[in-house]
Structures are given as C-alpha cells and as structure tokens.
C-alpha cells in the first residue's frame, strides 16, 4: 500500500534551514505528482510547494526563493528545502501524493488535489 514517511523536521532559529525528507513506497514515483502542505494551529492546510512527473514546479508565494522542492527517483524520496526560515513557517508539514496530473501553473496547489499524505512532522521557528 501507499506510504509517505516525513523526517527532518524539528526547531531551528529565525533565519536557519530545515531539510524536510518525504519517504514513499507502494506506488509508480517518478509517475505521481509530490507536494508539501503545512498547517500552523487553528489555520487551514495550505499547500507549500509542488512537483509534478515532468519536474515542474510551484511554490506558494510566502515561500518563494527560500523554499526548494525536489526528488530523488532512485530512491522514492521527496525534499523540501527550508531556507531563511521565519517564525511563520512554524506549522506541522505533510508529504502529499497523486496520480493525476495537473497544469500546476494554472491550478492551485488545494488539498482535495492530492489523494495520499503522510502523517507530519513539526518545524518551529523561533524569533
């Protein structure tokens, strides 16, 4: 069956960089499309960044230029790279997985687009 095991979260002062890393298993990885949302407490998920099957990416615009998504096909793994890091990013982060494909520079980067998640991880940031 499908997993997605987050690691690499954890807390770090205002202005330091987080690694977060998205273990997956059960399904065609390179084929599927892979994002990071985050949900602070009492806020909605909101998604942070996503790449598709053609690496395509897309990021929500409070972390643009500090935050890279990428992936590693050899070994089904899924990063997000933290960097310059605010205490607004303090949330609980999630690996998300779909099948579908979508023209992500079109369509924005919404939960009930993404089908498997992992269970979370904390990062906090203080001032």
């Known amino acids: 069956q499908v997993q997605l095991v987050e690691s690499g979260g954890g807390s770090v002062q205002a202005g330091g960089s987080l690694r977060l890393s998205c273990a997956a298993s059960?399904?065609?990885?390179?084929?599927?499309?892979m994002a990071w949302f985050r949900q602070a407490p009492g806020k909605e998920r909101e998604g942070v960044a996503v790449i598709d099957s053609d690496m395509i990416t897309k990021y929500a615009d409070s972390v643009k230029g500090r935050f890279t998504i990428s992936q590693d096909d050899a070994d089904n793994t899924l990063y997000l790279q933290m960097n310059s890091l605010k205490p607004e990013d303090t949330a609980m982060y999630y690996c998300?997985?779909?099948?579908?494909?979508?023209?992500?520079?079109?369509?924005?980067?919404?939960?009930?687009?993404?089908?498997?998640w992992g269970q979370g991880i904390l990062v906090s940031v203080s001032s």
């Open positions: 059960g399904f065609d990885f390179s084929s599927y499309s």
């Open positions: 998300a997985a779909d099948y579908r494909d979508y023209d992500w520079r079109v369509i924005s980067i919404s939960r009930d687009r993404f089908e498997y």
